[in-house]
């Protein structure tokens, strides 16, 4: 049977500040500019959450809607209409930039994919700002 | 000479939060749902600015980049990167809605506009909801 | 108050064929061309609903949120992953051409809006081809 | 019958150069900054055409083909892959800024729109700026 | 010489239903859902055609007009305002799904491409879900 | 630490021509077909510039603010508002294909990127066409 690699975008919406804790207020407004912003600022992120693997009879990999509710259940829900820095209880000490979170995001799915293999994250923060994870 | 309306789209990316001062905790929870999350979210916007004017024998009715450079200053460096609740004088005491927001942001437009007249803003919060206004 | 006009961007898949049953089989082809093909095509369509009213003092002409639920109940259910020309009881005897069908969609929400007036729909069929309507 | 409005969306790639025949060097790059470049640039333009008119019993207001072929025929075969300030004899002696082309556009249309009245024209520059014309 | 991937995108339009020959009504509605629904649906689908190979003395690897004629040809001229579970012989027997689709499309085209080989397919169902295939 | 690829969407808007100058002005036509048009026509390029590396305790891979700027200094100062054919040293000999431009604007970039690797230019020449390059 073919391999063919399926992708569902989702998006949500949260807020998020850079902040490093050992770096002092002068090096982190150095180097994460107005990202650093104390009073967090936010963006409409889109995911995009691909899984390899052959068609079987049903002519899926696997069932897209089942793909999305998942996404919802362990990543969405936890994270949209949400402030990354104060609400997710699986990004706590964790600095929220779009690298950070494209890895934990792939954490909270890669052992859940009911069919296939999670092969690819793409996550972005803005569109003309994007980041890739495949798990290495 | 022509009437022809220019129009410049501009982005910046903010937090806020939905909540009424007035109401209880739960008013404000059943009436903005996800909105009145207590840390913040935060969106990606798009605001287009649109001026209308006669077509002058420089071809132009305002330089774009004069329009996109008035913009920068009086709205959008107060405005990207920060909280639309606590960072921006001009909000203060406004729940920050896209209807408020893009009416105070034609207050702060309307009279600066260098040749022709504002006739239309429009802000898009998400890529599926925005609001315009023309200052009716 | 400020009057501002809210739009909520849905969207649905549909199949549909255009043929006047009144006329022959060649005037069907000649008239459509390929939009008359026998067994259906179909599209994945995008509707912006916009309601203009006052803004209230919870910083909302209406929740959009409310208008989606509105527009999902009387318009998308019907609709979505539906065959316009066979399966909707309010497009019976209806050529199902973008701009009857933007018409009765009009007729079933135009009532229905809880808070403002329905002023504007834009339907489009693909991202070349829209219309717009306004209850003229 | 309902009056609705229908739009094609078109594009063209073209070059051009903003500059004054009357007016120095100096002044035509202070006045138009980088789009007074003396080898020309270039755009991918986007046009939408609207036309109002009554719903007729086919259920169009016009034939969307049809449109596009007249737009295609006096004006997108006159500038598509051509040079504004050269290559264009309804062009000669314009300033080739969007708000002169398209009130050119509209004056090449206006009369040969077969059924209802052209009503609207919206020209994209690019992603970000963009001109409206109603023949006003 | 350089090696460049070279990208194509073109649209069709077509109807559909998901729907497996061997499985009850209650096992099919279980398993496709609402696109199993009996009268079709349909899509607005885009598919990006990749090519790659080295670049040759015209600057080109192969001219993206000659390659669209191509898919054109052996493609959208079978596809484009059809149904796909009736109207198209290469598609016989086969439950229309993204997956199979663009399994059998590149069947389609790999032996055809006159210069340089094909390597990448993707084809959007809807803006929210697409398939890859690269011929393993 | 994870590897991860992150990426900045720059654009530009340039004039070009393709005309190879070994060829007769019928063989340059049949080749290029509407872009062999004498007087230049034109685009707006989108690249996307994709760096992979170990994200850092910062969490970045590298600043993207900082690999903009160096995107603009070496590569779209040149080209932004330009005529790729004549104006732009680092182009002179090549014909002007998006090809011939990506591998050229590869090896501006390559050995200046400050952290990671540059593993990957999407270059849009339209929204219909574009290509990659690796560097191999």
Redesign the interface.
Known sequence: M??????????F????R?H?EGLSAEENAR?Y???N?P??????YELDV?VEGE?E?????L???ELRDLVEAVVLNDL????L???VAWLEG???????L??RIWERLVEQIPRGRLVRLVLWE????????SG?
Do not use: Q
């Open positions: 073919p391999t063919v690699r399926v992708t569902r975008r989702v998006h919406s949260a807020a998020h850079l490093a180097l500019g107005l990202c912003s009073n967090f600022h936010g963006h409409n691909t068609v009879d049903t002519g899926y990999v069932d897209l809607g949209d209409h949400r402030n820095n104060e609400d964790v600095i929220p930039s779009t690298e950070n494209v890895v803005t569109p003309r700002n994007y980041v890739e994870y290495d």
